[in-house]
């Protein structure tokens, strides 16, 4: 099967959404922090700039597609924990690698952006 025929590449195929639920900015950041079960509030401190809006729909996308668990918490502070479940602690590797990347070629891709932006 040649690869202009490969079903990953068809407009239809399940792994484009896929994609874009779980490789998307917040989503890789929220996994990263849930290293460790969090309460919600806690997952809002550690990523400046996310809005509770946005934290909680990518909260519920992630939810949704079995990376993390949400369970509400009973007692004076009620409050939602959430955490990784098994399917969402096996992309702590490739996302590692994936950060680690980003930041060892970071200054390279910086200076290709601003040579291109003054063209």
């Avoid at 992630?62 to 969402?88: F, H, K, S």
């Avoid at 990347?101 to 932006?117: G, L, P």
Wanted: charged share 25%.
């Amino acid at each position: 099967m040649s690869a202009e025929f490969d079903p990953i590449y068809r407009a239809d195929c399940p792994s484009r959404t896929i994609l874009d639920q779980i490789a998307d900015r917040w989503s890789t950041l929220v996994l990263a922090v849930l290293r460790e079960p969090r309460r919600f509030n806690a997952i809002k401190r550690r990523l400046d700039g996310i809005t509770q809006r946005v934290l909680t729909q990518t909260l519920r996308k992630l939810e949704r597609n079995g990376m993390v668990t949400r369970r509400v918490i009973d007692g004076p502070q009620l409050g939602v924990e959430y955490a990784l479940t098994p399917l969402g602690r096996s992309l702590q590797e490739p996302f590692a690698q994936l950060y680690d990347w980003t930041v060892d070629h970071m200054n390279q891709i910086i200076a290709c952006q601003e040579v291109y932006d003054t063209r």
